[in-house]
């Protein structure tokens, strides 16, 4: 069992930036992959990014790369996902997620945090 905590979001401005971090305790040896995905308003869940833990590879959606940067301390077991030149299209509930190795799957998720870009 896991459990993932994400922190608290806020407002920013266009163009501005915002860092979120992801902590996940409990059974966290056998973790394969921390992911960011985020559901705007009237709009269907997306994948934001993913960080592999075993090799720190990383991948994002094409609507961030450029912007966004996740990264991860697997002492720690945290993620972070760097947000800059926010855009109003960034507003959205934003989730961690998690997998456990051989499983291909994200079992684990936040409660989601609320981030807001305005114009």
């Known amino acids: 069992q896991v459990q993932l905590v994400e922190s608290e979001g806020g407002s920013v401005q266009a163009g501005g930036s915002l860092t979120l971090s992801c902590v996940a305790t409990?059974?966290?040896?056998?973790?394969?992959?921390i992911a960011w995905f985020r559901r705007a308003p009237g709009k269907e869940r997306e994948f934001v990014a993913v960080i592999i833990r075993s090799t720190s590879d990383t991948y994002y959606a094409d609507s961030v790369t450029g912007r966004f940067t996740i990264s991860g301390d697997n002492a720690k077991n945290t993620v972070w996902l760097q947000m800059n030149s926010l855009k109003p299209e960034d507003t959205a509930v934003y989730y961690c997620?998690?997998?456990?190795?051989?499983?291909?799957?994200?079992?684990?998720w936040g409660r989601g945090t609320q981030v807001t870009v305005s114009s």
């Open positions: 997620a998690a997998d456990m190795a051989r499983v291909g799957a994200y079992n684990y």
């Open positions: 409990g059974r966290t040896s056998s973790l394969s992959r």
